[in-house]
C-alpha cells in the first residue's frame, strides 16, 4: 500500500481543484504530528484529506476515520482492554463475524470522505440510506461549468444481455459524435443556467431569450439558484461529506464495487475497496474479498445442477450446453441463472 502516487498540482488543476484548495488539502494533511491516545492506522494517516482523482473531474478522500481493525474484535469481546487482531484466533474471529453476518462488531468503525462525482452517480450513490451525508448547496452556491464526458473506450452501446447494461464499445467515430453532442448539450443548458441568474454578459449561441435576459431594460433580477439550477444535465459534478460506519460501508462496497455497477459509480467503490479499506483493515478487507467479493452462492435448484454436473464429470466448455432450463423444468430455473452459474464454476465474469 506504500506505492500510493499521489496527484501533482497539475492533475489537480486539470480536475478542476485550485492552487488554493490544493494547498488547503496539503495544508491540514501537513499540519504537525497531533498526538492522540485513540488508536491510529498509519495507511490512513497517510493518505488523510488527499485527493484519488476520478473520472475527468471527480475525486474522493477521506477526511476522517474511527477505529482500527482490533476496534471490532474489542467490540465483538466487549473487552477492557484494547482489541489486538496480532493473534491467529483474532482474525479467525473476523472471518467467522463476516462470513455469518455477525454484523454489529462492524459498526464500530467509521469512515467519513469527501466525494466530487456527476450527479446521475449522486443519484445512484444517495441510495445507501444507512450514510450521513451533506451535499453541496446548489440553492446557495453556483455549480461549476464541469460536465463528465466518458472516455471513449467507455462509450458503448445497450447491452443484449443485461438491460440495465452496456455491451460493444461503441467506434471511434461515433464516440466522438456522441462526446460533441454530450458537451454541446451541457454547454448550452450551463450558459442558459448562467443566463437565467442574471451572470451572463455574453451569448455564445444567440439565442434570443438569453439576449432578452442581457438587454433587460428593466433589470433582471436573476433567478433563485434553487429553480435555475434545473436547466442542468445530470453529468454536472456536484459534491458531498458522505460518512458511514464499518458495516454499510461493506454493504456500498459489496454493490458498488461489483461488475454488475454501473463504471461510473464502481471507479470510486473500486478506490475505496483497494486504496482505502485494504490499508485501513487488512484482515477485514481480506476476509471481504474472501467471504463476499470472490464468493459464489449457488440456489438449491444450482446445488441440484451442480450434484449432477459432479456426477456427470461434465467438461467445463460443455457445461453451458448441459446447464438449462430445458433440462430441469420443474426447478424454476431461468436461462439468466442458468448462464450466471455456468461464468460462477468457469471463474469468468463475462
Ligand atoms: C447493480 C444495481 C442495480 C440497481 N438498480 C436499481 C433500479 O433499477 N432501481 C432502483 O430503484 N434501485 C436500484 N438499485 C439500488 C438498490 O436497489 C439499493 O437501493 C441500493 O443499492 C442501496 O442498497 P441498500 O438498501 O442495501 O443500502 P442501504 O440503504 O445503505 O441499507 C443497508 C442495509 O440496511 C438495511 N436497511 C436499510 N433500510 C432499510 C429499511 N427501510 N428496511 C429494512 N432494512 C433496511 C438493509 O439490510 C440494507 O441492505 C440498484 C443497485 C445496484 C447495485
Redesign the pocket.
Known amino acids: 500500500m506504500d506505492n500510493i502516487v499521489f496527484p501533482t498540482l497539475a492533475e489537480l488543476n486539470a480536475h478542476g481543484i485550485s492552487n488554493a484548495q490544493a494547498q488547503e488539502m496539503e495544508d491540514l494533511h501537513t499540519y504537525g504530528q497531533k498526538t492522540t491516545v485513540r488508536p491510529t492506522v498509519a495507511h490512513m494517516e497517510h493518505i488523510l484529506y488527499k485527493p484519488f482523482l476520478v473520472l475527468n473531474h471527480g475525486f474522493l478522500r477521506v477526511i476522517d476515520y474511527m477505529g482500527n481493525q482490533a476496534a471490532v474484535v474489542q467490540a465483538a469481546r466487549v473487552s477492557y482492554g484494547h482489541g489486538t487482531t496480532k493473534l491467529r484466533s483474532d482474525i479467525g474471529l473476523l472471518r467467522y463475524m463476516l462470513s455469518h453476518q455477525h454484523g454489529t462488531p462492524f459498526e464500530m468503525c467509521e469512515i467519513k470522505i469527501h466525494v466530487k462525482m456527476p450527479i446521475f452517480v449522486a443519484r445512484?450513490w444517495i441510495?445507501?440510506?444507512?450514510?450521513n451525508v451533506n451535499e453541496y448547496s446548489a440553492r446557495y452556491s453556483i455549480l461549476d461549468r464541469e460536465f463528465y464526458i466518458p472516455a471513449p473506450e467507455h462509450m458503448a452501446a445497450q447491452s443484449n444481455e443485461n438491460r440495465?447494461g452496456r455491451g460493444s464499445v461503441l467506434t471511434p467515430n461515433q464516440a466522438i459524435v456522441i462526446r460533441d453532442l454530450l458537451l454541446e448539450d451541457a454547454q448550452r443548458n450551463y450558459d442558459h443556467y448562467e443566463a437565467m441568474l442574471g451572470e451572463s454578459e455574453e451569448n455564445p449561441d444567440g439565442n434570443d431569450n438569453v439576449d432578452r435576459l442581457i438587454n433587460d431594460s428593466d433589470d433582471f433580477p436573476g433567478l433563485a439558484k434553487e429553480l435555475a439550477r434545473m436547466n442542468l444535465t445530470l453529468n454536472t459534478y456536484t459534491q458531498w461529506y458522505w460518512k458511514c460506519d464499518l458495516r454499510?460501508f461493506l454493504?456500498?462496497l459489496a454493490?458498488?464495487a461489483?461488475a454488475?455497477?454501473?463504471y461510473e459509480i464502481r471507479v470510486y467503490a473500486d478506490i475505496l475497496l483497494n486504496q482505502v479499506l485494504k490499508g485501513w483493515l487488512p484482515d477485514v478487507y481480506t476476509a471481504f474479498m474472501d467471504y463476499n467479493v470472490n464468493a459464489v452462492t449457488f440456489s438449491a435448484p444450482m446445488m441440484h445442477i451442480m450434484r449432477d454436473v459432479i456426477i456427470a464429470k461434465c467438461l467445463m466448455e460443455e457445461l453451458h450446453l448441459f446447464i438449462t432450463p430445458s433440462r430441469y423444468p420443474t426447478l424454476l430455473i431461468t436461462e439468466r441463472e442458468c448462464a450466471a452459474m455456468v461464468k460462477s464454476i468457469r471463474g469468468t465474469t463475462t
Not at 441510495?127 to 450514510?131: F, I, V
Open positions: 445512484q441510495r445507501h440510506r444507512t450514510a440495465q454499510n454493504n456500498f454493490l458498488r461489483d454488475h455497477a454501473q
